[in-house]
Structures are given as structure tokens and as C-alpha cells.
């Protein structure tokens, strides 16, 4: 017969997945923190965490970044777990469907002089991001797209002087059909 | 007419059918409690003082596992709340129907460090079903509306409901409606079973040669005993429980193996372990019940029926997983074999059986009762046999409980009464409290240690005041013995910290309270102090057992051992080649 996988933490370090779930919970004080509570308690690490009400205000919706090393199995227990939270209406693991992720960020940095300008500006237009505000010689530019793109963008400026970064965290929402709502 | 808060408290609990509800006082609740002193003097609700919050939530267990109403308590903000934690965990871990009301310092104060205030909402998050705080006097009714229905529906739990003492307090006053119809969206669990999975269990069931029947407390939550002896009569199959489940299936029937798991019987553990069918219906494949996953019954397909999808699957896979509340998915399998004209030929395990009655012939309860020390095993056996296996038997935590387990021959269910899931040292007393409050007129025993017995000792004035006639059985071995065991086998003998020195005189101590005090130190004066005690339906006994010292339990499976690798006596341990240095 098949047996659970061991999840203990220190098991395959270096198989770490990285699963997207989203969460449709009651718009209620404490909801958040029952469901952070529940990867806390396992030792998970929340990577990123979105959560904001929907069109319905009675009804928030969540996007949780996680990595895990324990496999299918922990991540299916954390969706079950999640299930049987009172306040959660309803989850979905993201990265079992075709889905869309987007993340927005600022990144504040240092453009001393024009060359620098000019350097910064190239590298915002090659990933489409947009200056948004410019004080005290420090550009603040905006960028959307993947977690991926983000750190890549992140990545080309490391030759300047970066002085604040924002992240929103991952939001994503699945194509076509199988759509999560009440 | 228009209702204060503490008037509509009142209002719910009766409209919840709330008739007896455990309890401490203090500043938070001062306003509940004035009005539950009226509704008292109205005869309409009674109130249970304990002498200490976790003895008033365990007396809320033992009367909600007794029966198939909900425990209700009501304690007070701060070390009110913190001292029910115990309490709550505990019904957690056993899926306990309960209702704690917990008051909270006014909304205003909320927030400042304020005299006894404490987020209890969120110390217990973690270890209830659900729990709200309530912060606006029109959600008061349909918030324990919502705590009764989330409590005692699908897998059944503790649900924490904590209020502002300002909303109670009659400053504010509105009309009372206790809402009728409850939908939530979020909270549906699924009761009936899926009809295709159910006929693949028959299916698997008709090819099974090596079948085994493991039921656990999920059957007794869903009062399925009746159903799940049937399922087993009907196919001959084997039978064995877990802890929780003792008695929904009669001990003293044929097809009963015996408890399985860490101090489960020899023939239960092979058993499962042999098998190439369990059928897990109401358990969780709990550690102290698989050991080992990775020896875990090597040759068997699962067949798991439990109301709760997060059980399934999570220790042990499935390969027929039945989400549904077992009562439903048995009497939907009764009905698809009728329909099916499904007659199981009762002979077709005879071969297994024949396998099964030689690991029963190693008869592993088996000791011997000298004429010098009292054995444990034998009073509970002795205990068992007076009451006929009908009594009400409450347990603490350890060695008693396990020999309780082993040698009280339970034959309904809701009749033993532990903690098994987190393993609460001072659950017995109160519980047996609260059944006996539930149910006035039968036996109640209460099988503890010397250990267990002082966590909750003050709860004998609690049986003073209310005149309950527990016969408390403290198997007195003057170790706090489960935890020597383990320093017997596995710490090579160092004793640390479990011998109880300065043990009290229990016999002055249960005078002291207004009770009878036997101390019992010769077996043969073991079954006349049992009788003498179970018989006087006035007093509560406090029989102090003096027994064996350093007995152990047995058969005993180490943590993380397989089924198949058992200590039957204190020479199995000692060849453990693993534990040899
Ligand atoms: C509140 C609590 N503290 C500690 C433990 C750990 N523990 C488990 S069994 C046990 C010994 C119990 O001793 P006693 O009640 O005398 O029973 P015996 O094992 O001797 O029958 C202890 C300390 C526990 N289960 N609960």
C-alpha cells in the first residue's frame, strides 16, 4: 500500500515546490489570521500573501504563495485544512490549472546624475515599467508582471543603488472555465 | 418586549434546549450570571459550579459524551478563559461537542491591557471548531446560534463565543429573535456518502480475504453502533477499535479482537497488520494507533469512511475514501446490498480467522493476581464484571486508563469516557461529574492514578455540593506509572521526577470533602470495597487502590515500531535488540 509522504522539514531541502492557492473566505475579523495560522502551526512559510474583498464585499479573496518540501501531500492536507476553516467558502489550488499570476512593485532608486537616469530608464522600458515619481534624485518606477519578471527586473538593477522595494505579492486568477466563485 | 444582553444569553440557551450549563463566576460575566441565577430560580436552567474552569469544562464533556446534547460552560475573561484552554484543547482533540461562553472586558477597554482581559479568541483559535467574539448586542443571538449548529453538526467540536460584559449589561435593550433557519455558505459539511465510491467499497469488500473491521470515536459521534455491529455481524468480519471507539461494537461478542494500537491487544495489531482490507470507518489512523507508517499494514487496501475530508488520507492513503457522516454510508450500504441482493457468505474468512485464533490463543491480557499485591488489571476486571459492562466509565491519563481499556468490557457505547486525543491528566473527576449529572440514577467510576487524581482534585467539593455518588477507583501505584514505564524501557531505569513523594492520605482527603474513604491494600478485599461502593447510590467512595508499584503495561508497541514488533512482557523489552547499547 501507498504511505504519506514523510513531511518532516528537513526532509528533500532541495525539493522545494512552490504551490499557488486561492481562497474565497468570509470577509471577517480573524479570517486572515485562522488561515495564517494553519501554515504557521506546520512550519510552512507563507511567501506571499494577497488579500483584498471581491466585487461581493461579504467576500474576501486570497492569493498564498507557499513553498514546500513535504510534496502533494502536505499541500493537499493545508487545502483541506483550509477547507474546514468555518470562514473559507472555497480554495483552489491555482497550480493545478491553467492560470494568470501578477505581481506589482516599486523599486525606489538612487539616479544621482543624468547617465544614471538615462541607464535606469533603458532598463524600466525593456520590462515595461513606468517612472512613476521622481524626488530627491531618486526614481520610484512601477512594474507589473510574473513573480519571475519581477525578480528579474530586480536582478538588472542590482548596479544601482536600489533603496526601497515593494512588493505586492502574487495575485492570480485561472483562464477560461473552472473559475473560483460562490 | 425588548431584551438585554444578558436576558437574551438566557433566551438562546433555552431555545437551544440548554438544561444544565457548568460554570465559574467572576467580573465579566457578573450581568449572565444574574440572570442565570433567575432562570435558576425559574427552574428552567441549572447551573453546575466547579471549583475550577478546566473542571468545568471537562464536566461539560463527560456529560455531552454521555449523551447527545452539546456540553455548555460559561467562565469569565482572563485567567477564567485561560484555565478553560485545557478544557477546550481537550474536546478538540476528541471532537467534543461544547459551547464555551467566555465574557470579555467591555468593547471600550478592549485593546489596553485592561484589568482581566486577554484575547481568548485568539489563544484558542488553534484548538476550537470555530469561536467568534461578539461585538454588537443584535449579533448575540445569531452568533450562538451559530455556535450550537457548528458545534454538534459534522465533525462536532468546540466552538468559543466570547462577549463584552457592556453588551450584557442592560445599557442597550433590543427586541429577541432567535434565528429559525441557519445557511452558511461557507460551512456545509457533507453528510451522505458518494454512491459510486460506496459500491467500489463492496466490490473491494467481495474480494477481500483478509478483511478487518477498525472503528473509531467518529462512530460514536454519529451513534452508528448500531449499524457498524450490524456491517460487522453481517460479514463475519473481524472487529477491532481505538481507544475512542470502545463499546460501539459489544467486547464480549466473539468477532471482537480486542483494542488495536500501542497497548492494543496482540491479535488486533496482527490483524491489521495481516490484512488485506481495512476498513476504517469513524478513526483518523491516529500515531499511537499505526506506529510506524512505514510498516503499516503492508498488504492492505483502505476502505475510509469518515465525515471529516481532512482525516482521510492524511496519515494513511485511501484507496476508497467515503466522505460522509457513517451512520448515512452504512445504511446506504445496507440498502445497496439489498438492492444488489448482496448476501455475504459468512464462511468465506474462515481460513483468516483460523489465522486470528492463534494470535488470540496467545492470550496477551493474560496475569497473574498473587495474594500480595494488588494487581490494577485485576480491579478493573473485577470492576467490569460487578457492573456487567454497563457502567459509565470515566478515565484519566496513563497506565490506569490503558489497563481500563484493556480489561473493562465495554458493550455500548458513550459509556467510556477518556481523553484520548490530547491526553489530559484531571479529565477523569470532572467528567465522571458531568455524566453523573446527566445521568442521575446509573453507575459512574471514575478509574485514575495518583497522578492524574490531584489535577483536578478540588472538583470533590463540586461532588459535595451536588451530592454525586462517583465511585472513584485511584489505581494507587505511587509512580506516575505510563511515564516510568517508558524510563523503565527506554531511559534504562532513571526515575527522574515520577515517583510521587508526599502523596496525601486520599482517604482523610475524601473525608475531608464529605466523602467515603476506603484504602484497599489486600486482593481479597478488592471486589467487597467494589461492591460496597457501587451499591451505596448516596455516597461518593474514594476506594484507594494500593497497587503493584512498577507494573507495566502490556502488550506495548514502542513509538514508531510496526504492528508486528510487540513487547508482551518485560523480557521482550529486555531482548529489544534496538534498545540494547
Ligand atoms: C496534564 C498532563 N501532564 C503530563 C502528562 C504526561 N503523563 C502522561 S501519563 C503520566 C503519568 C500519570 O500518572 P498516574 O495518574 O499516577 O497514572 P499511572 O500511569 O500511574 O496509572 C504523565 C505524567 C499528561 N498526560 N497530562
Known amino acids: 500500500m501507498t504511505k504519506m509522504k514523510d513531511n518532516s522539514k528537513n526532509s528533500g531541502i532541495n525539493n522545494r515546490e512552490r504551490h499557488i492557492i486561492s481562497v474565497l473566505m468570509e470577509n471577517e475579523t480573524g479570517a486572515l489570521s485562522r488561515v495564517s495560522g494553519l501554515f504557521s ?142 | 418586549m425588548k431584551l438585554t444582553g444578558a436576558e437574551i444569553f438566557i433566551e438562546c440557551l433555552k431555545a437551544e434546549k440548554v438544561d444544565t450549563i457548568f460554570g465559574y463566576p467572576g467580573g465579566a460575566v ?235 491487544t496482540f491479535e488486533a495489531n496482527r490483524t491489521m497488520h495481516y490484512s488485506d482490507l481495512i476498513i476504517a470507518v469513524g478513526a483518523r489512523f491516529d500515531d499511537r494507533v499505526t506506529g510506524d507508517l512505514n510498516k503499516f499494514s503492508p498488504y492492505a487496501k483502505v476502505i475510509h469512511i469518515d465525515i471529516d475530508p481532512a482525516s482521510i488520507s492524511k496519515n494513511v492513503k485511501a484507496h476508497n475514501p467515503i466522505v460522509g457522516d457513517v451512520k448515512e454510508v452504512l445504511q446506504a450500504l445496507f440498502g445497496m446490498m439489498k438492492e444488489q441482493n448482496f448476501t455475504p457468505d459468512k464462511s468465506a474468512y474462515d481460513a483468516w480467522w483460523k489465522e486470528i485464533n492463534e494470535w488470540q490463543a496467545v492470550n496477551c491480557l493474560h496475569y497473574d493476581q498473587d495474594d500480595s499485591h494488588i494487581k490494577a488489571q485485576f480491579v478493573v476486571e473485577k470492576l467490569s464484571e460487578i457492573t456487567g459492562g454497563d457502567a459509565y466509565v470515566a478515565s484519566d491519563v496513563g497506565q490506569h486508563q490503558m489497563w481500563a481499556a484493556q480489561y473493562y468490557k465495554f458493550n455500548q457505547p458513550n459509556r467510556w469516557i477518556n481523553s484520548g486525543g490530547l491526553g489530559t491528566m484531571g479529565f477523569g473527576l470532572p467528567a465522571a461529574m458531568g455524566i453523573q449529572l446527566a445521568h442521575p440514577d446509573e453507575t459512574v467510576a471514575c478509574i485514575t492514578g495518583d497522578g492524574s487524581i490531584q489535577m483536578c482534585i478540588q472538583e470533590l467539593g463540586t461532588c459535595s455540593q451536588y451530592r454525586l455518588p462517583l465511585n472513584i477507583i485511584n489505581l494507587n501505584n505511587g509512580y506516575l506509572g505510563m511515564v516510568r514505564q517508558w524510563q523503565e524501557f527506554f531511559y534504562e531505569e532513571r526515575y527522574a521526577m515520577t515517583y510521587n513523594q508526599s502523596l496525601p492520605d486520599f482517604v482523610k482527603l475524601a473525608e475531608a470533602y464529605g466523602h467515603v474513604g476506603l484504602r484497599i491494600e489486600k486482593p481479597a478485599d478488592v471486589e467487597g470495597a467494589l461492591k460496597e461502593a457501587i451499591s451505596d447510590t448516596k455516597n461518593l467512595y474514594f476506594l484507594d487502590f494500593v497497587t503493584e508499584p512498577q507494573g507495566n503495561v502490556y502488550p506495548m508497541i514502542p513509538a514508531q515500531y510496526g504492528h508486528n514488533e510487540m513487547y508482551l512482557n518485560k523480557e521482550d523489552a529486555l531482548n529489544d535488540p534496538k534498545l540494547k547499547k
Open chain 2, 30 to 264: 457578573l450581568f449572565l450570571y444574574d440572570e442565570l441565577y433567575k432562570a435558576e430560580e425559574r427552574g428552567e436552567i441549572r447551573h453546575i459550579l466547579a471549583r475550577h474552569e478546566q473542571g468545568a469544562v471537562h464536566g461539560a464533556e463527560g456529560y455531552a459524551k454521555s449523551t447527545d446534547k452539546p456540553g455548555v460552560c460559561i467562565v469569565t475573561s482572563g485567567p477564567g478563559a485561560t484555565n478553560a484552554v485545557t478544557g477546550i484543547a481537550d474536546a478538540y482533540m476528541d471532537s467534543v461537542p461544547l459551547v464555551v461562553i467566555s465574557g470579555q472586558v467591555p468593547r471600550s477597554l478592549i485593546g489596553n491591557d485592561s484589568f482581566q482581559e486577554i484575547d481568548i479568541v485568539g489563544i484558542t483559535r488553534p484548538c476550537v471548531k470555530h469561536n467568534f467574539l461578539v461585538t454588537r448586542i443584535e449579533d448575540i443571538a445569531p452568533t450562538i446560534r451559530k455556535a450550537f449548529h457548528i458545534a454538534t453538526s459534522g465533525r462536532p467540536g468546540p466552538v468559543v463565543v466570547d462577549i463584552p460584559k457592556d453588551l450584557t449589561s442592560g445599557a442597550e435593550k433590543i427586541k429577541f429573535k432567535y434565528p429559525k433557519e441557519l445557511t452558511m455558505r461557507s460551512y456545509q459539511p457533507t453528510v451522505k456518502g458518494n454512491k459510486k465510491q460506496i459500491k467500489s467499497a463492496l466490490e473491494m469488500i467481495a474480494k477481500a480475504k483478509k478483511p478487518v473491521l477498525y472503528a473509531g470515536g467518529g462512530v460514536v459521534s454519529s451513534k452508528a453502533s448500531k449499524e457498524l455491529t450490524e456491517l460487522g455481524q453481517a460479514f463475519n468480519f473481524p472487529v477491532t477499535t481505538t481507544l475512542m471507539g470502545l463499546g460501539v461494537y459489544p467486547a464480549t461478542d466473539k468477532q471482537f479482537i480486542g483494542m488495536l494500537g500501542m497497548h492494543g
Open chain 1, 41 to 182: 502551526q506546520r512550519g510552512y512559510n507563507i511567501e506571499s500573501l494577497t488579500v483584498a474583498p471581491t466585487d461581493d464585499e461579504t467576500l474576501s479573496r486570497m492569493t498564498l504563495v507557499t513553498t514546500t518540501t513535504g510534496g502533494d501531500a502536505s499541500v493537499e492536507q493545508i487545502v483541506k485544512q483550509l477547507n474546514k476553516l468555518i470562514d473559507v467558502v472555497k480554495v483552489m489550488e491555482l497550480s493545478h490549472y491553467p492560470h494568470i499570476e501578477r505581481e506589482i512593485m516599486f523599486v525606489k532608486v538612487a539616479a544621482p546624475n543624468m547617465e544614471v537616469c538615462a541607464s535606469i530608464k533603458r532598463i524600466a522600458d525593456i520590462f515595461r515599467a513606468r517612472v512613476i515619481d521622481l524626488k530627491n534624485k531618486m526614481y520610484t518606477l512601477e512594474v507589473t508582471g510574473s513573480p519571475d519578471k519581477l525578480d528579474g527586473f530586480l536582478e538588472t538593477l542590482t548596479d544601482n543603488q536600489v533603496i526601497e522595494v515593494v512588493r505586492s505579492g502574487a495575485m492570480g486568477i485561472t483562464r477560461g472555465n473552472n473559475s473560483l466563485r460562490v
